[in-house]
Each structure stands twice: as C-alpha cells, then as structure tokens.
C-alpha cells in the first residue's frame, strides 16, 4: 500500500471480461483458478454493460470477451453491440465450440473487431485428447470461416510438452488456415498447469528447438501473418514483466464481478478484490487495496529493491512468487538474482524426469469435478 | 514490399483508426494490440481512403498545413505503414 500517489495512477486500457467459467473444454493447462467450481456466480447483463461503461469512461479501449467459453453466454451478441457503441476494439477469446456461421454473422453485425480461436495441436488426435471433446474438425471449419467473414484471424496455440514437437505441423496448420495472427503460447504454469506441471513442463532443448523452428517460420511468412511467441519464463534468466506493472494497464473483470489486477490474481491471499456489485471501476482502479497492492516499487524486497532493472520486469509476476515460494512479496523466483531460483530448477529437472520416465501420471483435466476435489 | 507510387493507398479494412478522448491522440486497433499516433501520423492515415495516391496525400498536406517539402517524410511514414499491415494497395 505505501509508497504510491494517486497522481501517478494511470488508467486501464485494457478491460479483460471473463463472462462465464463454463466452458464444453477441459484442457489441462487452463488459466481459470483452479477452485473455478466454488465461484459459479456470474453478474447479469446490466452489470457488465455498466462495468463496459465505466472502464471505457476511464480510458480503457481494448475489451478481451473470455471465459471459459464465452459463447455459452446468452447475452454476447448484446455485449458486444454495446462495446461497439462505446468504442472498444472487442476480441472474442473462444474455443470455437458452438460457433455457427450465423453467430460469426450476427457478432459482426453487433461490431464484434476479432475473434481468436484456440486449436490445441496440429492433429486431431493430440487436439481432442487435449481439450478433452472431440472439437479438432470444427475448430478448423470456423477459422476458416471466421476469415470467410473479414474478421482479422487470429489461431492461439498453447504450447507444453505434449504438443511442442508439433510445432512444424502447427506453423504449416496456421498457414493453410489463412491466419492474419498466430500467437504461440508457450504454457504459464499458475492454476491447472501448475497442478500438472511434470506432464506439461518441456525440456530446455525441446524449447530451443521450438523457438528456432517458430523463427526461421517468421521470416518467410513476414508481410502475410504475424507471429506472437509468448516466451517460456522457467527458461529465461529474468522475470516478465508481468501484467506491464501491477495496476498500470490491465483490469480483469471475473465471472462473479470480482476485479482482478490480473486474471490469476484471485489466488493471492488477503487482497480482498473488490466486487463490481460494490463499487464503480474507477473507486477499484483508483482506490482499492488489491489495485493498489503493488503499485510502484515500495512493497519491494532486496534483490528486487536495490536492482537496476526493476523499472523493465517490476520484479516479475506476484502469483508466481506466491505460488513457488510463498511470499508474494518475493522476487519472481524466475529471475537468476533470486535467492529461491532453484525452485525453478528443481521444477525444470522433475518435469524431465517426468519426461523420461516411463510411466507418467495421466493429466488432470479441468472440469467441475476435478475443481472440487482439488479444492 | 515497397510503395508503389502509381496506385492509391487504403488503410487496412482490419485494423481502426479511432480518436481517443482519454488519451487525446488518434491510436490504430487491431488484434490485442494498439499504436498511438502523433498528429501527423494520423494526418496522414486520415487520407489513405483508397483513393489517393502518395502524390496526391501529399499535396494535400502540404496545401492543408501551407508548407512544401514532405514528400519525404511521408513517403518514409507510410513505408512503415505498409510494413505494418496499416494500410495497403490493391
């Protein structure tokens, strides 16, 4: 809390909308808490049409539409008509479950700016076992027509051990799809993919070849499709910089109406996010607890204090130092100054072991019942 | 790829050009990401409607603001553009 003036508090620009935690997918490595069954809450339409008002009203201009499976909710197409009125850029963060060409055009129609589809491997075999339903050959149909509609197309990959050895495969998929944008994420590992780390967690050498192949792939596809490497922090030697500041950009809206710093934040203890039900987006921003947290460089403990690159990674991701060392005040144990960065190691050695192994454990898939056991 | 400077320019039909009340400048939208303009940038933007070509955006200009000789900045602006996927010749 110490340390921060209210007159250098700048406003969100981006607005991250999770409408539901419902979602037909089950991929082991999802983003959403892993205690998502307990929260099963969700605001209603008039909440979320104000929360869009309020958030724009303060500056906020790109609008993330995610989830779980935002199309399970009714109310999109009337959400994003509104975020259109407002002036937001919208994305639709879908799994493409569901996703009909009508509803490709009726979302167009209400101002919808993009959609993202996420495809699990460049099979379908490794796709269907991974997002746990067989959803590999419609996936593929609605990128091709969500091209077919003039949207921007942007294919997310998310990239772990059982499908990095795809990565030819999947650059060549991208291509023939026609995707303006391919954004390969390379696995965080916070929530279920820390629960299931051992299986996900790739090799350094399995990285380094991954990346060459994703490199030498941009250059002959440059000027046609943009390539977005989201880099694999357990191999780098410094933090990200996270959230690009605590409090600075980035607001997350939970399904519940909890605001969140960011969209692992609720895992954090004794934050006490606010709920959009109690306060104004710009009460949250400008004066809560959670937002405030770790605004600025005071909350900070040596080496992070005294370091000369705090102002680049701002000490790396909160969520991570709470979760491997369990100081959330700590230095992200990713960074080689931290006095903790063996856990990194540790993590990176099990997972090969894992790897080499020969009977590794099943992956754990995200689905109510899983959450609740492991809640 | 470099401009061609025989046909007109349009800016790109995936990306939007919008002016920011908050921010007080113009900034281009696309796909999770943003880049905020300075004024003459956005002049320049402004003018790729698929009509005009790089002569004419900068004639234009140069009339507009009463002044000569921009032919070159420009010209290196909307190369960037154009690398950029901002805007583009059919």
Known sequence: MAGYTKTNITPPRWLLAELTYACPLQCPYCSNPIDYAKHSSEIGTEDWKRVLTQARKMGAVQLGFSGGEPLTRKDLPELVKHARDLGYYSNLITSGYGLTEDKIIELKEAGLDHIQVSIQASSQELNDHIAGTASFEHKKQVAHLVKKHGYPMVLCVVIHRENIHQMPDILKMAEALGADYLELANTQYYGWAHANRDLLLPTKEQFAEAEKIAQEFKETVAGKMKIYYVVPDFHEDRPKACMNGWGTTFLTIAPDGVALPCHSARELPNLECPNVNDYSIEEIWTDSKAFNFFRGFEWMTEPCRSCDEKEKDFGGCRCQAYLLTGNMFATDPVCSKSPNRHVIDEAIASARTAALSDNEKPLIFRNSKNSKLLS | ?90
């Open chain 2, 1 to 90: 790829m470099i401009l061609n400077t025989d046909l007109p320019i349009q800016f790109s039909r995936t990306h939007r050009l919008q002016w920011e009340e908050a921010q007080q400048k113009n900034v281009i939208l696309y796909p999770e990401g943003m880049v905020e303009l300075n004024e003459s940038s956005a002049e320049i933007l402004k003018l790729c409607d698929g009509s005009r070509t790089l002569a004419q955006i900068v004639s234009e200009l140069e009339e507009k603001f009463a002044t000569q000789g921009l032919h070159n900045d420009i010209n290196a602006f909307l190369e960037v553009a154009l690398q950029n996927g901002w805007i583009h010749q059919n």
